[in-house]
Structures are given as structure tokens and as C-alpha cells.
């Protein structure tokens, strides 16, 4: 159980570093760096608890995180007033499928077509879930401070 809590928090430090940097090659205010750190470090450290520890699914996975990701996203740029794609772009870089895309263009140009396609697929899958994460983010940020608004009245 300790060793579990070790590599979380260490998963949870690579992302967050990852998404430091590339936020700095996108040009994103240092004042949103440690923001989207955090965010792209806890949607990693969730998508890797569900992934692999609790065995959900690539799909799942993918697509629960880039919810977060899409929730945080906007938490973040209402309370630092800040466009939310300065947040959710950086923090989206831990999940993105480049080591399936790589493998799956190598086994192409070696000929193993069949494997292949099953990182084709991979990557399609992972593709589709953050889309689909971050729609029903979005959806659920709406539907969340749209009932703020609406009592407010």
C-alpha cells in the first residue's frame, strides 16, 4: 500500500511537470503555470488510478479525466480570470496517445500491419474519449453554473 502512494504522488510530479512545460513552449501566462500543473498532474494521477489500479478501461479512463480535466479547467479560469484553453490544452498532454501513434507507425513501416492496427485503434479510442470528456465536461460546467445563475435570481 505504501508503494502505491509512492508512485502516485511520483506520477502525479511527472505530469505536473510535463504540463509546466509545455505550457511554457505554448506561451501560457506564468501566472497559470502552477494551475495547470495541478490540473494536469490530478487528471493524470485520477486516469492512472483507473486505469491501472482499478483496471476500468482505456476508454473509461480517458474519457473520466479528460472530464476533470474539463471541470478544473474552467474552475481555474473563473477564479484566476483567464481563458479556460490556457488550462485545459497543457493539462491535456499527459493523456494524449504519442507513444500508441509512434508504435503504431513503426509496426506499420516494419510490415506488421496487424499489430499495427491495433494501436491504430488505441489511438482512435483515446482520441475519441478526450473529445468526448471534454464535451461532457464543458456540458457539465454549464449545467452546474447555469443552476448557480439561475438560484441566484
Not at 18 to 23: K, M, P, V, Y
Not at 88 to 107: I, T
Not at 133 to 153: A, K, V, Y
Request: aromatic fraction near 14%; hydrophobic fraction near 55%; include cysteine.
Amino acid at each position: 500500500m505504501e508503494n502505491f502512494w509512492i508512485r502516485l504522488v511520483f506520477e502525479f510530479i511527472l505530469a505536473d511537470l510535463s504540463t509546466i512545460c509545455f505550457g511554457i513552449l505554448l506561451n501560457v501566462p506564468k501566472r497559470a503555470y502552477h494551475s495547470a500543473g495541478a490540473i494536469g498532474g490530478a487528471s493524470w494521477a485520477f486516469y492512472w488510478i483507473i486505469y491501472y489500479q482499478l483496471h476500468l478501461g482505456l476508454a473509461l479512463s480517458n474519457l473520466l479525466a479528460a472530464i476533470m480535466i474539463g471541470i478544473l479547467s474552467m474552475a481555474a479560469a473563473r477564479w484566476q480570470k483567464m481563458p479556460m484553453i490556457i488550462f485545459n490544452v497543457p493539462a491535456l498532454v499527459p493523456l494524449v496517445p504519442g507513444g500508441q501513434a509512434y508504435k503504431m507507425v513503426r509496426y506499420f513501416v516494419l510490415g506488421s500491419n496487424s499489430t499495427a492496427w491495433v494501436y491504430l485503434y488505441q489511438v482512435l479510442v483515446i482520441a475519441g474519449a478526450i473529445t468526448l470528456g471534454f464535451g461532457l465536461g464543458d456540458l457539465i460546467n454549464r449545467l452546474i453554473f447555469s443552476e448557480r445563475h439561475l438560484s441566484n435570481r
